[in-house]
Structure formats: structure tokens, C-alpha cells
């Protein structure tokens, strides 16, 4: 594959709150777009802890007075990047972005672009493909809290991810893309459009990597995910932002009728921390699971908000999220499934895991359920908990140490939810993150 | 790993001799040795002044009534955090295991095989002993993946276990038979000098007993003490003792050769107990 390196071309630093994006190389559309989207953002007010959406949230942290784009990339940090921007094997196609700039794209295999597969780069996409991209662009509202920040990346998002996967196309290797953060106090706002038509199979794994891990940095992102009548789609999301990164990332799922819809996201970097993922099973015989992992130390606060919304009957959703929280690091989760009125013979499960291994930790659930239909199997539960002392000591009776004894435990306890993904060499890679991160700690 | 690392080289000293030379000889005997021990849980002393010696290379059994405070030994050697010790010592060929943390004592050679072991979700066999294994090196020395895996394999094998079993969490959905056999297969893996096994018969039916059994025969030899402790005289059937030791209300009552085992088979533990009341009166 034949890296195809786009130079683009930057005026000076534009603070992200001196809103839309001026780039003048959009179609008049899209620009129109961010231009409505920009209104929207300054009329909405930003969010207050009394808000439901954002009960236990530390909003504090969202003060975005010092974030900007980044400046053009410079040859040395575009060289390190991309040496550093590998961790699959084996791919079937990839995209690096730093500090929203493209600066390689490793295109699809000639079998799968003969197939009708599209893996490109928005901006392209908007062009080439336009009725398709505007049919699916940003076309899901947030509803969980976070309206104003997806109008925020509307009017301000110019890279990110288009796939398109025609009737009947399987891809066996994953595609990647990787975003970073590079320069100081810099904004990006990641996007990917993941389409899968009838019976298509794919999936999409995002890095989301800081370059200087200490580097503040700002990132707001969407992901919208649609898996068509029997389509099977795979997302996986491994976060690990540097240390004072503000990010929050809008997810919306969409499955049709007999389609499979995965998606786990692993949160391990970041100062602050959100994620809200809308599963919406609009298909008879759709099923969607949403897994999420997390490792939090220091003062880091993680913050997710689900939906799993059952539309149709004969659907199945099925949430696990494990996390594993050190130091005086915050987690919270508000989930809720709700059944539509005729979306008899739902199956919904939510079960949400923290493993609090210091005193000072602290999780907050919030698990819910809006049942309007008959005939429906509902569960879902949260637990806190610490470490077992049977467990502990029996490893340490072996000769382990606390503090690997703790890490093997750890680790044991968020893989329940790595294998449900049921792709191992991404399972690998997913715990030599995890692992990263505990080396990190020491 | 811990400053204390000593390997498995023997302590020695060195006494200077009537024609001023040197020769080194051994400060104690290289034994398990524990003197009125005294132990408590929750303020209610279990072990009450238990003395007993297991030399290396012996294997000497611990029998007793339910209550006698057998189990409560076991967790105690291997330094549980919920027990209490109150009075007297412990020492591992000299060394002072009281003074040990838990993962300490298992690096300086004492392992328990677990009445009960804990279930350790997510954690395969191979990723679990290989941590055991690895926390036994020198700092900064990285255990050889492909020796490891020989080792698991050829001990698997001594012991009657698939090959599969190394990629299933650490006891987790284990029969009764397939825990007790883990545990042997981790004591043949992490070589101490010193194992307690902690009614390792308990819940086992006859086949697994001897599978189990054979697994511990075979360890047996002059580099290795054993420490069974039993309700039942059915094990020693298998795993013959070279010492017998009777355990009644937290103290041993009586100790004797392996001929002993089958008279308590015989008589029950009444006697011993009677025998023990006596004690306590004179």
C-alpha cells in the first residue's frame, strides 16, 4: 500500500470559541452546515451539573477558552507520528490524522475497492460521494447530554473517516485510524461515518493517542455507526489521550433488521473523560452490544451515558462495562433501556462493574429502565466492589507481589469484556494497553 | 522483588576452630520447625502452644478432629491476615517466617496447597503460575516463555491434566478434583522446600485421589518437607507418612509413626482427646 500524504495548507491558530471553521475548500453546503451548526452551539447553554445528562459530572473542566487548531505538523513530528501510529498486524486498510491533518492513508486492498468498498478521508467523501454522506452526515441528534458539543463539532470538524461497505462485502482485517494530538492546547474533532449495507461485515478500530502526553489538548469527536438489514459491524474505540486531555466522544448506533452491532470502547487516558453511546434497534431481530473497559488513576474522571433504545420487537441489547478505578480517579455511568411500545420480546441486559482499588476512588451508577411493551426480558444491575482478600492472598501465598497480584486481577476482571469481542489479535492489543498503563502507574 | 531474595542457597556460617582455621557448619537444621505456636481469630485463641518439626525430605502428617484447629495452622504458616499470632515462632531452615509477608514466604519456599482455592476470574492457569514463577527470578531477568510452557506441560502430564486446561481462569467452574489437582500442579511448578497441604483428599473421589496422590509422591525427596494435614486416614493410604501427628484442640497430642494413623482410624479421636484433657488437668 502506497502511502498518499496530503499537504494542507493552515492559517494562523484560530481559537476553537472564535467559531466556524473557515476553510474555504468545503462545498457550500457543508459549509452552510457549519455555519448553522456554529449558531446552535452559542444558543445552547453549556451544561450544569444539575442537568440530569450531567449529574456527577465535573463540568468545571469543560472551560474551552484555551483550546485551538493545531498548526501545521512539522517533517520531524510527521515522521514520529507515523512511526508511532502502528498496532494491528494485519490491516485491510488505515488513516493517521494529527491534530485533525491527514498524514497517511494506506488505501483498501484493489479487491476491496472493486467491490465498491469506500475508505476515504471526509473531505473527499463529501465530494465524491455526496448523496451518500449527506444522507447519514450527523444525521443522529445527541440526545445524551451533549447536544451543544456535537453542534460544536459540526461547525469545527474537517478530518475524519468515511466507510462505506456495499451489499454482501465482507472485510476479514480491521480498518484502522489513528487521531492525535500534537501541538499544545490543540483541538481536534474526530469523525467516522461507518455505513454497512445489507449483509456487509466490517470493523473499525479508532486510536485516539496523544503525541507529548502532557500536552493539554481538546477533543470532541462523533462516531456515527450504521449496520443495514443483516449487517454485522465491529467498533472499538482505544482511548488513551495524555494526561491533561479534555475529550468527549457522541456515539450513535443504528441497527436494522437482523443486523449485529459491537462496539467497545477502552478509556485509559484523558484529565476528563466522556463517552455517549446511543444504541438504537430500529430492525426486527437487530441485537447491539456495547462494552466498554476502563483503567482510571490520579484524579482522571470517566464519564459514560448509554441508551439502548428498542424500537422494534425481537431486538436484543446487551451492556457490560468493567471498570477498574485507582488513586482518587471518578467514574460515572448513567445508562437507560427503553422499550418501545411495540418492541415486544425485547431481550436488554445493563451490568456495569467498578473495581474500586483505592479508598479514595469514587463511582457513581446510575442504571435505569422505561419499559412500555409486554413481553420483555429486562435486567440490569451496578456493583462497586474492592478486591476480594481470599483472592488477594492467594496469589501472594504464590509468591506474586501486591502489586502485580493486583495488576493479575485487574486484569483478569476486565477481560470478561475484551473477550466478548471475540477478535483476538485486537484482544492483544487492548491489554498491552492496558498493561502500558499499568507500567505507566509505577 | 523483596531485599530478603536469598535464592535457595543455604544459610552457613562460619566458627573459627582450635587450630585457627575455618570450617563452616550450619547454624540449624534444615527443618520446618515451629515452637509453641499461639494463634488467634477475633480474640478466640484456635492454636494453644503447638509444637512440631518437619525435617526436609520427611513427610509427616497432622490428623485431628473438625474444630482442632488443623485448618487454622495451615493459613497461619503461609501468613493469612485474619489470624493473630499471640505467641511463639516459626522458623524455615532457621529463617523467621512470622517476620515474612505472605509473598515473601512463598519466594523463601514455603507453599500451601489450599483447602478451599480462590477463584481467580479472568486469570488463566498459565498467566497465573507464570507470574509465580517469574516473581522467583532475580530483578530483571525475564522467564524463558518456551522452558516455561515445557515445564507447565511435562508436570500437566505427571499429573493427569489436558493441555487446555492452562488457558481456563484459575479455578473457575473447577470440580472439586480439577482445584485439588491445580493445586498440586502449582507445588510441583513453584518447588518449595516446605508444603502444607490442607486436606487436599477433602472432596476428592477415589481416582482423583490417586492421580493426586501420585502427583505428590513424586515430588517427594530429601529437597522437600510435607506437611498433611487430614480428617481422614484414606489419603495416608496413598500418601504414606513417615510421621504422625495428632492435633486436638490446638495443640498436638500425640505424635508417633505412621502406624498411628491406622490405630485412629480404629479408635477414633475420643481417646486422644481424653488423653489431651489429661494434660490439660496435670
Redesign the interface.
Known amino acids: 500500500m502506497k502511502p498518499a500524504i496530503l499537504d494542507q495548507l493552515m492559517t494562523e491558530a484560530q481559537a476553537i470559541l472564535s467559531g466556524p471553521s473557515r476553510r474555504s475548500d468545503f462545498p457550500k453546503w457543508f459549509r452552510d452546515q457549519q455555519h448553522g451548526a456554529w449558531s446552535k452551539f452559542q444558543t445552547m447553554p453549556m451544561p450544569n451539573r444539575k442537568d440530569q445528562p450531567w449529574r456527577f459530572s465535573n463540568v468545571d473542566l469543560l472551560d474551552l477558552s484555551q483550546f485551538k487548531l493545531g498548526a501545521p505538523i512539522t517533517d520531524n513530528d510527521r515522521i514520529e507520528i507515523l512511526e508511532r501510529s502502528r498496532a494491528l498486524e494485519q490491516v485491510a486498510g488505515r488513516l493517521v490524522f494529527a491534530d485533525d491533518q491527514l498524514l497517511q492513508r494506506d488505501v483498501l486492498s484493489e479487491d476491496l475497492q472493486r467491490k465498491g468498498v469506500v475508505f476515504q478521508p471526509l473531505e473527499r467523501a463529501m465530494v465524491e460521494h455526496t448523496d451518500l454522506f449527506r444522507k447519514y452526515f450527523m444525521s443522529e441528534p445527541a440526545t445524551l447530554g451533549s447536544a451543544k458539543f456535537a453542534a460544536l463539532h459540526h461547525s469545527w470538524v474537517s478530518s475524519g473517516t468515511f466507510v462505506f461497505v456495499p451489499r454482501g462485502v465482507e472485510i476479514e482485517f480491521p480498518i484502522e485510524i489513528f487521531h492525535w494530538l500534537s501541538g499544545e492546547n490543540s483541538a481536534v474533532f474526530p469523525h467516522l461515518l461507518l455505513v454497512a449495507d445489507e449483509l456487509a461485515k466490517v470493523t473499525v478500530i479508532e486510536h485516539f493517542r496523544s503525541q507529548d502526553r502532557q500536552l493539554p489538548g481538546f477533543a470532541c469527536g462523533v462516531n456515527d455507526l450504521i449496520s443495514g438489514p443483516g449487517a454485522k459491524i465491529t467498533y472499538v474505540c482505544a482511548q488513551n489521550w495524555g494526561e491533561n486531555v479534555i475529550a468527549l466522544q457522541i456515539n450513535s448506533t443504528k441497527a436494522d433488521h437482523d443486523a449485529a452491532a459491537k462496539s467497545l470502547n477502552l478509556h485509559l487516558g484523558g484529565k476528563y473523560s466522556r463517552f455517549e453511546s446511543l444504541s438504537r434497534l430500529i430492525g426486527e431481530g437487530a441485537r447491539s452490544d456495547l462494552l466498554a473497559v476502563s483503567v482510571s488513576d490520579g484524579n482522571q474522571e470517566f464519564d459514560a451515558r448509554t441508551l439502548q433504545d428498542h424500537v422494534s420487537p425481537h431486538t436484543a441489547s446487551d451492556l457490560l462495562y468493567k471498570n477498574a478505578l485507582k488513586g482518587r480517579s471518578r467514574n460515572t455511568f448513567g445508562g437507560l433501556i427503553r422499550v418501545e411500545p411495540h418492541a415486544h420480546f425485547t431481550d436488554a441486559y445493563q451490568k456495569v462493574r467498578n473495581l474500586l482499588l483505592d479508598d479514595d476512588a469514587e463511582a457513581n451508577s446510575m442504571p435505569g429502565l422505561e419499559i412500555l411493551a409486554d413481553n420483555v426480558k429486562c435486567s440490569h444491575g451496578a456493583t462497586s466492589g474492592q478486591i476480594d482478600a481470599d483472592e488477594m492472598f492467594y496469589l501472594r501465598s504464590r509468591g506474586i507481589t501486591p502489586a502485580i497480584a493486583q495488576q493479575l486481577i485487574v486484569k483478569g476482571f476486565l477481560n470478561e469484556v475484551i473477550e466478548r469481542l471475540e477478535q483476538p489479535a485486537i484482544a492483544d492489543y487492548l491489554r498491552g494497553l492496558i498493561d502500558e498503563k499499568f507500567s505507566r502507574a509505577k | ?2 531485599e530478603n531474595w536469598r535464592g535457595n542457597l543455604p544459610q552457613i556460617a562460619a566458627r573459627k576452630t582450635g587450630k585457627s582455621r575455618y570450617s563452616f557448619v550450619p547454624l540449624f537444621m534444615n527443618e520446618l520447625n515451629i515452637q509453641n505456636l499461639r494463634v488467634e481469630i477475633a480474640d478466640r485463641e484456635i492454636v494453644r502452644g503447638l509444637s512440631l518439626t518437619v525435617p526436609c525430605g520427611e513427610v509427616h502428617a497432622i490428623m485431628g478432629p473438625n474444630g482442632s484447629g488443623k485448618s487454622t495452622l495451615a493459613k497461619v504458616l ?5 489470624y493473630h499470632v499471640t505467641g511463639g515462632a516459626v522458623t524455615m531452615d532457621g529463617e523467621n517466617v512470622l517476620e515474612l ?3 515473601e ?3 523463601h519456599g514455603l ?2 496447597a ?1 483447602q478451599y ?7 488463566t492457569i498459565a ?3 507464570r ?2 514463577v517469574q ?2 527470578m532475580p530483578e530483571g531477568e525475564e522467564l524463558e516463555a518456551t522452558d516455561y510452557y515445557a515445564k507447565l506441560y511435562e508436570k500437566m502430564e505427571l499429573l493427569g491434566m489436558d493441555r487446555s486446561f492452562t488457558s481456563r ?1 484459575v479455578n473457575e467452574g473447577f470440580s472439586g478434583g480439577e482445584k485439588k489437582r491445580t493445586e498440586i500442579l ?1 507445588l510441583a511448578m ?1 518447588e518449595p522446600k516446605y508444603a502444607v497441604l490442607d486436606e487436599t483428599d477433602s472432596g476428592l473421589d477415589i481416582d482423583a485421589l490417586k492421580t493426586v496422590a501420585h502427583g505428590v509422591n513424586s515430588l517427594r525427596g530429601p529437597n522437600l518437607g510435607i506437611l498433611l494435614i487430614t480428617h481422614y486416614q484414606r489419603l495416608l493410604n496413598y500418601i504414606v507418612p513417615d510421621h504422625v501427628h495428632v492435633m486436638v484442640a490446638g495443640r498436638i497430642v500425640r505424635s508417633g509413626r505412621k502406624e498411628l494413623a491406622l490405630e485412629l482410624e480404629e479408635r477414633g479421636y475420643d481417646w486422644t482427646r481424653e488423653e489431651a484433657g489429661e494434660m490439660a488437668v496435670r
Open positions: 522483588m523483596d503461609a501468613g493469612h491476615p485474619d509477608e505472605p509473598d514466604r512463598a519466594r507453599f500451601l489450599f482455592p480462590s477463584e481467580v476470574p479472568g486469570v498467566n497465573f503460575l507470574a509465580a516473581a522467583r481462569s502449582q513453584l
